[in-house]
């Protein structure tokens, strides 16, 4: 078993940053792959980050390629969601998930947090 907890979610202005954390607890977290996630109301969930067991490798949505930045500390068994010139469309709850597929940007991960609300005003 694998227990993640998110943190750093908040209300920020359109053109803010924020920081998106995600601990894990459990099994080896360098064996896992790692996704972040978002749903926001009425919508379905969408892929919008994942990084590789070591970290050398990521992928992005193309909605937040340039703005956002995933990154992991396997010492410290945390992910990162680096959130840059956010928009109001990027409103939603966050969610950090870990897996043994690379790389997968579907939800078919094995363990998920309990998200994160951001939200960004205009």
């Known amino acids: 078993q694998v227990q993640l907890v998110e943190s750093g979610g908040g209300l920020v202005q359109a053109g803010g940053s924020l920081r998106l954390s995600c601990a894990a607890s459990?099994?080896?977290?360098?064996?896992?792959?790692m996704g972040w996630f978002r749903q926001a109301p009425g919508k379905e969930r969408e892929f919008v980050a994942t990084?590789?067991?070591?970290?050398?490798?990521?992928y992005y949505a193309e909605s937040v390629k340039g703005r956002f930045r995933v990154s992991r500390e396997n010492a410290k068994s945390t992910v990162y969601l680096q959130m840059s010139s956010l928009k109001p469309e990027d409103t939603a709850v966050y969610y950090c998930?870990?897996?043994?597929?690379?790389?997968?940007?579907?939800?078919?991960?094995?363990?998920w947090g309990q998200g994160t609300q951001v939200t960004v005003s205009s």
């Open positions: 990084i590789s067991r070591s970290g050398g490798s990521t």
């Open positions: 998930a870990a897996g043994q597929t690379w790389p997968s940007r579907t939800p078919n991960y094995d363990y």
């Open positions: 459990g099994r080896t977290f360098s064996s896992y792959a």
